[in-house]
């Protein structure tokens, strides 16, 4: 009998290695179907100019909109743009596909730079080569990109931070998830954050850590987090989806009620809202990001003097504004 139960637990364990080995190759072939078409675009569409975004995870809602914006701005300026993205977030698989770009000739690049040290060379090499680079929700300060577009970071940060105090009166015991303690953006939002919690001595922050933009690993962290601090009673969420996986870990701790406070406005994000499991979440402009970088890369390759910093804007969303915005 212990024979047949070691039989079938190794069975099981074959058929999910298998089956993530099978994702994994998956994954693979996506992201060489993607650097291979960025070579043969430029014949699908003689004349004109072919731009590529690349984007941090490919089905995300919040790149889709990016997408979409990109899209209806090359509609408008008659430009083949092309979108790739790893399927999930890898830092790795981006420069891969900005190194194959920039290998392909094309006439400007869109990319979001998680990595400031590791993107630079490679943005450098581009404008070395005459391809105007143009940075889109994370900034490469430190390159010879043309443009960045996207939030102001630090601000949007600020923006959360006073949300947080005014709806929870300045009082109360944080727990912070943030995305990812590498990225510039998301550091930024969190300092902004600080800053402001700071200057409530009856604010506290309790514990901190990182989802690495996984929904499921905000989930366990923030479950961690609640069942090992009996005083918080309030979570922040830093990255699009630390919200969503914080209001799903507190179906599991019902002791006490918790504030949560997110960033971004997918879907799920505005449901907690309207059923009232999150208190706000900063919502940002991905679509006019998408917009602007084309325009911009558009008018750099004609000649036109572009603005190096392009911040879009940010908003603050409650359940006194929930509806409008899902409207909209």
């Known amino acids: 009998m212990k024979f047949d139960k070691w039989i079938l ?38 004349g004109k100019k072919h731009f590529i975004l690349i984007g941090q995870e490919y089905d995300n809602p919040y790149w889709k909109s990016v997408n979409k914006g990109a899209k209806d701005s090359a509609k408008k300026y008659d430009i083949n743009i092309e979108y790739v993205a790893p399927l999930r977030t ?18 400007g690049i869109i990319v979001q730079s998680i990595d400031n040290k590791k993107f630079t060379p490679i943005i450098n090499q ?6 105007p680079v143009i940075t889109i929700d ?3 300060p430190d390159s010879l990109r043309k443009s960045y577009i996207g939030t102001d970071n630090y601000k949007a940060g600020i923006q959360l931070g006073q949300t947080v105090a005014e709806m929870t009166n300045g009082k109360g015991n944080i727990g912070i998830i943030i995305g990812s303690e590498t990225s510039e953006s998301q550091k930024m939002r969190l300092n902004g954050l600080l800053n402001v919690i700071n200057q409530y001595p009856n604010l506290h922050v309790i514990d901190r850590s990182s ?18 601090y009996d005083n918080i009673n309030i979570m922040v969420g830093i990255s699009a989806l630390d919200a ?12 006490r009620e918790i504030q949560i406070y997110g960033f971004d406005g997918l ?22 990001m998408g917009f602007k970088g084309v325009e911009l890369l558009y008018k750099s390759i004609h000649g036109e003097q572009i603005v190096k910093i392009n911040h879009t804007p940010t908003e603050v969303i409650t359940s006194d504004n929930v509806l409008q915005e899902v409207r909209h």
């Open 90 to 107: 890898s830092v790795d698989e981006q420069l891969k596909l900005l190194e194959k770009a920039v290998a392909s000739k094309v006439d």
């Open 9 to 46: 637990s190794f069975t099981i364990l074959l058929i999910l290695f298998i089956y993530v080995l099978l994702r994994y190759e998956a994954s693979s072939n996506q992201i060489e179907r993607a650097i291979e078409s960025l070579s043969i675009s430029e014949d699908k569409k003689v």
């Open 244 to 255: 969503i996986g914080i209001s799903n870990a507190t179906n599991n701790v019902f002791d």
């Open 211 to 228: 989802s690495n933009i996984s929904k499921i690993q905000a989930s366990l962290q923030a479950e961690r987090m609640l069942r090992k």
């Open 267 to 288: 879907e799920e994000t505005m449901k907690g809202i309207i059923d009232h499991k999150i208190k706000a979440t900063i919502v940002q402009k991905p679509y006019d």
């Open 138 to 140: 994370t900034d490469a």
């Open 126 to 131: 581009a404008i070395s080569k005459n391809i």
